[in-house]
């Protein structure tokens, strides 16, 4: 029964698998819905995001958040596992030495608050049921903040979180103000965060705004960590693309003074094209005219480039992205460093 219930149920006894319906890492379909209300409506507890799992090793190099006290999911995992190791030694249980304790927030709310599965996974080398382990250690856990209550259910170890204490963790966090989790992990340590980098044919895409404010975000965070970090947007303004590129605002550019032209199928044919093309004639009127058409695709993917950096400034401006370096490909390849670090590697 114990085993057909383990494969019916997740690692946390949570409901049947087929019953679920949520996305690829189970967020919830709306994001109101992911807060729990508890103790009144001055206090509500967020329920986790589903990130990786995480159990805290201490390490002279991994200083903890400044101004904050142990991680709660690691004070949830550090109370089961002293109660594991007394149990283990009052009742001479083997295999027990070693074994970490993972702690994750089950499903279902009725369910408590923090959840250890760590009875299922004892329970051959422990040659007992995991209903009998998950007793033994609720019966040794040391009930106090924030510990309310511990439980024992179909083999887990359930506990429920003190609300009293989870208020006072609420003035904490209004005392730091910003300072909240700040930490000094990386002083010392320059990052380069390299986000969005569009291909400058064209103007950002829907892509973007996801991958925009995640690198933004990323860059924040190694900032809150002590970290320089330098927000960098490299422009491919070289290639084969980028020649593609200037040829097809030059076939734009006559179009508009009655040139008979087709646009290739490999072209940009997008309007954005046309009014790169328009704002040249505007600029400059016909005074490209007398040039070749390979001669004015050189000079209009310049102006091609300029028009799509201003966009991509703006766009960047609007989702509230500053870039400390717009670094250009083709300036790299200009100042030689390219290929003098290329001749430093074959005499490698």
Same mark, same amino acid.
């Given at each position: 029964?114990?085993?057909? $219930?383990? %494969?019916?149920?997740?690692?946390?006894?949570?409901?049947?698998?087929? #019953?679920?319906?949520?996305?690829?890492?189970?967020?919830?379909?709306?994001?109101?819905?992911?807060?729990?209300?508890?103790?009144?409506?001055?206090?509500?507890?967020?329920?986790?995001?589903? #990130? /990786?799992?995480?159990?805290?090793?201490?390490?002279?190099?991994?200083?903890?958040? +400044?101004?904050?006290? *142990?991680?709660?999911?690691?004070?949830?995992?550090? +109370?089961?596992?002293?109660?594991?190791?007394?149990?283990?030694?009052? @009742?001479?249980?083997?295999?027990?030495?070693?074994?970490?304790? $993972?702690?994750?927030?089950?499903?279902?709310?009725?369910?408590?608050?923090?959840?250890?599965?760590?009875?299922?996974?004892? =329970?051959?080398?422990?040659?007992?049921?995991?209903?009998?382990?998950?007793?033994?250690? %609720?019966?040794?856990?040391?009930?106090?903040?924030?510990?309310? =209550? &511990?439980? /024992?259910?179909?083999?887990?170890?359930?506990?429920? @979180?003190?609300?009293?204490?989870?208020?006072?963790?609420?003035? $904490?966090? &209004?005392?730091?103000?910003?300072?909240?989790?700040? #930490?000094?992990?990386?002083?010392?340590?320059?990052?380069?965060?390299?986000?969005?980098?569009?291909?400058?044919?064209?103007?950002?895409?829907?892509?973007?705004?996801?991958?925009?404010?995640?690198?933004?975000? @990323?860059?924040?965070?190694?900032?809150?960590?002590?970290?320089?970090?330098?927000?960098?947007?490299? &422009?491919?303004?070289?290639? *084969?693309?980028?020649?593609?590129?200037?040829? =097809?605002?030059?076939?734009?550019?006559?179009?508009?003074?009655?040139?008979?032209?087709?646009?290739?199928?490999?072209?940009?044919?997008?309007?954005?094209?046309?009014?790169?093309?328009? $704002?040249?004639?505007?600029?400059?009127?016909?005074?490209? !005219?007398?040039? *070749?058409?390979?001669?004015?695709?050189?000079?209009?993917?310049? &102006?091609?480039?300029?028009?799509?950096?201003?966009?991509?400034?703006?766009? +960047?401006?609007?989702?509230?992205?500053?870039?400390?370096?717009?670094?250009?490909?083709?300036? !790299? !390849? %200009?100042?030689?460093?390219?290929?003098? #670090?290329?001749?430093?590697?074959?005499?490698?």
């Amino acid at each position: 029964m114990e085993r057909r $219930e383990r %494969r019916r149920r997740d690692p946390l006894g949570r409901a049947a698998r087929a #019953t679920r319906t949520r996305g690829l890492h189970r967020q919830h379909p709306h994001a109101r819905r992911g807060v729990r209300a508890r103790g009144g409506p001055h206090l509500a507890t967020l329920r986790r995001a589903r #990130t /990786e799992r995480r159990h805290w090793r201490a390490h002279a190099h991994c200083p903890r958040l +400044a101004g904050v006290s *142990t991680l709660l999911r690691d004070q949830i995992a550090s +109370a089961i596992g002293d109660a594991l190791g007394r149990a283990s030694k009052e @009742l001479g249980w083997n295999g027990v030495d070693g074994v970490p304790v $993972e702690v994750e927030r089950p499903g279902n709310p009725a369910h408590g608050d923090y959840a250890s599965s760590v009875a299922l996974r004892l =329970s051959k080398a422990v040659r007992k049921s995991p209903r009998d382990i998950a007793k033994a250690i %609720r019966e040794r856990v040391r009930v106090a903040p924030p510990i309310a =209550s &511990v439980e /024992e259910l179909n083999g887990f170890v359930n506990v429920r @979180l003190d609300t009293a204490w989870l208020a006072r963790q609420i003035d $904490e966090i &209004v005392r730091e103000g910003t300072d909240f989790g700040r #930490t000094t992990a990386l002083q010392g340590k320059r990052i380069q965060v390299e986000f969005i980098s569009a291909n400058p044919t064209g103007p950002l895409t829907i892509a973007n705004a996801r991958g925009g404010p995640l690198g933004d975000v @990323l860059s924040a965070v190694l900032e809150f960590a002590g970290a320089r970090v330098d927000r960098e947007y490299y &422009v491919e303004d070289t290639g *084969t693309q980028f020649d593609v590129f200037g040829r =097809s605002i030059a076939i734009r550019y006559r179009q508009l003074f009655g040139e008979e032209i087709e646009i290739p199928p490999d072209a940009y044919a997008a309007d954005y094209v046309k009014d790169i093309a328009a $704002e040249i004639k505007e600029r400059d009127g016909d005074r490209w !005219m007398s040039l *070749t058409l390979d001669d004015q695709a050189k000079r209009f993917a310049d &102006v091609g480039l300029e028009w799509v950096l201003r966009e991509a400034k703006r766009v +960047a401006a609007m989702l509230g992205i500053r870039y400390d370096t717009w670094y250009s490909q083709a300036e !790299m !390849m %200009r100042s030689g460093y390219f290929q003098k #670090t290329l001749e430093e590697l074959r005499r490698l």
